[in-house]
């Protein structure tokens, strides 16, 4: 059963089920999809820029990068299309982060557990090292 949201492109409240807009803007989305779609299957066109699709069909830069990541257009088909990777901005034709990026993220990971696991041996050891007493003390 869907439930109310609001559409994430117009904001209006529609039932929500599968997508998170509303069946109006999917149309449109669709519309501009087969826009960009076939303009992109003409030979010519085939090597064509994300800046230049947007100056020929009108259709949103956004959009066109959405198509992209849902991987309804092809960067092997269209050698030309890319996106922006989502921390450093370089073109990028899978997943959401370039290789330089990943391997920068994998870095800090192994920096950071290495970190953690020195605190984490320091209290061990400061544990270890502090004696408790029970009972009372008595002043003189």
Same mark, same amino acid.
């Given at each position: 059963?869907?439930?109310?949201?609001?559409?994430?492109?117009?904001?209006?409240?529609?039932?929500?089920?599968?997508?998170?807009?509303c069946n109006e803007c999917y149309?449109? #989305?669709?519309a501009d999809f087969r826009t960009v779609y076939n303009f992109?299957?003409?030979?010519?066109?085939?090597?064509?820029?994300?800046?230049?699709?947007?100056a020929a069909t009108g259709v949103d830069e956004s959009?066109?990068?959405?198509?992209?990541? #849902?991987?309804?257009?092809?960067? $092997? $088909?269209?050698?030309n299309l890319s996106y922006p990777c989502e921390r450093c901005q370089?073109?990028?034709t899978e997943g959401s982060l370039c290789e330089s990026c990943?391997?920068?993220?994998?870095e800090d990971l192994i920096q950071h557990d290495a970190v953690? $696991?020195?605190?984490?041996?320091?209290?061990?050891?400061?544990?270890?090292a502090t004696y408790y007493a029970k009972g009372e003390w008595k002043k003189d």
């Open positions: 059963m869907g439930e109310l949201a609001n559409c994430e492109r117009c904001n209006r409240v529609f039932v929500k089920q599968l997508r998170g807009i149309q449109k #989305e669709e992109l299957r003409k030979r010519d066109n085939r090597k064509a820029t994300i800046r230049q699709i947007v959009l066109i990068y959405k198509f992209i990541r #849902e991987k309804r257009l092809q960067p $092997s $088909s269209f050698p370089q073109p990028i990943q391997t920068q993220l994998k953690e $696991s020195i605190q984490k041996k320091g209290l061990k050891e400061e544990k270890e």
